[in-house]
């Protein structure tokens, strides 16, 4: 069995599946096997809700504020197991939650779920990426055709719902991109993380 939590940088992380909507072409997933802590993070079988609730109980979260779902794998692609292990975590053990996610939820699942993420998440961060459609569709290659209008659309809608929810990109993009990213996420009243790549 794959790790579920994990902690890296003093942070604790949530791995709760390994399916995915994109193939990003800087997925970690394709050149390394873990993170952090963690030893391998591919599931031979996807966890149960029960396998997740058994790894938050076999887990000291003496210290922790924020417990981070994000693993190998797009977690709004396990809906379910994601709002309730969520509840779960913040019920029993009283911690905040957030989501890094791709934000094509609403597309994959083919409604609008960010009253049900509201219900138990706490902050989001949406992974932008590039600046333009066409780079984004290059770059993270999803599913669907119409991903990046749909991505920005979830991303106001988290912003109207939840307490922090923040755009993020890459510091890798070219300084131009950069720009147009800030813009993006400054026409939607969003905080944009620049992340330093690692
Ligand atoms: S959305 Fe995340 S998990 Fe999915 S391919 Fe991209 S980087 Fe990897």
Not at 3 to 18: C, E, M, S
Not at 40 to 64: H, Q
Not at 77 to 106: D, S, V
């Amino acid at each position: 069995m794959a790790d579920i939590l994990y902690t890296y940088k003093n942070q604790i992380y949530a791995n709760i599946t390994n399916k995915c909507d994109c193939s990003c072409q800087f997925c970690i997933r394709s050149h390394k096997d873990s993170v952090g802590e963690a030893e391998n993070l591919w599931f031979k079988s996807e966890p149960t809700l029960e396998e997740i609730k058994k790894a938050m109980d076999e887990f000291d979260f003496t210290g922790y504020e924020e417990l981070v779902f994000c693993g190998y794998g797009e977690p709004t692609c396990a809906l379910e197991n994601l709002l309730a292990g969520a509840a779960y975590a913040k019920e029993k053990y009283g911690i905040k939650i957030r989501l890094n996610t791709n934000g094509l939820a609403n597309l994959y699942h083919k409604r609008n779920i960010v009253p049900e993420l509201a219900e138990v998440i706490d902050s989001v961060s949406i992974s932008l990426n590039a600046p333009t459609a066409e780079k984004y569709q290059e770059v993270t290659r999803p599913q669907f055709e119409n991903a990046f209008p749909a991505m920005l659309e979830f991303a106001s809608l988290a912003q109207e719902t939840f307490s922090h929810t923040q755009l993020s990109i890459v510091d890798v993009l070219p300084e131009d991109e950069i720009k147009t990213c800030q813009r993006i996420a400054d026409e939607r009243g969003i905080y944009l993380k620049i992340r330093k790549f690692s």
